[in-house]
């Protein structure tokens, strides 16, 4: 059974950057493909971005792209979501997750088989 557990959020100003990480344990994430889900209140979950198993390909929703960027340390154990030019659209609580069967990373989150317990990420204007 793998554990995921998200640090790093808080509130930043619009336009500052935020680093938030996702430490596994019980499993290493060099075997998964991992995502970034966040949602925020009265929405649905939503797709943020994915990193493949190797850590090579990613992919990112088109409202983040350009300024969140996906990686992963597998000798750490940890995947990071490097986030820049924050605006208040991107408050939310924030997921990862992990899964077995879609390695190289997936925008769709029946596809992830482990989840954190999320971090608040909160924009202010």
């Known amino acids: 059974q793998v554990r995921l557990v998200e640090n790093g959020g808080g509130l930043v100003q619009h336009g500052g950057s935020l680093r938030l990480s996702c430490a596994a344990s019980?499993?290493?994430?060099?075997?998964?493909?991992m995502g970034w889900f966040r949602q925020a209140p009265g929405k649905e979950r939503e797709f943020v971005a994915a990193?493949?198993?190797?850590?090579?390909?990613?992919n990112y929703a088109g409202s983040v792209k350009d300024r969140f960027t996906i990686s992963k340390d597998n000798d750490k154990n940890t995947l990071f979501l490097q986030m820049s030019s924050l605006k208040s659209e991107d408050t939310a609580v924030y997921s990862c997750?992990?899964?077995?069967?879609?390695?190289?990373?997936?925008?769709?989150?029946?596809?992830?088989?482990?989840w954190g317990q999320g971090t608040q990420v909160t924009v202010s204007s």
């Open positions: 997750a992990a899964s077995v069967t879609n390695i190289i990373g997936s925008s769709l989150s029946q596809d992830y088989n482990y």
């Open positions: 019980g499993g290493a994430l060099s075997r998964y493909g």
């Open positions: 990193i493949s198993w190797h850590g090579s390909i990613t």
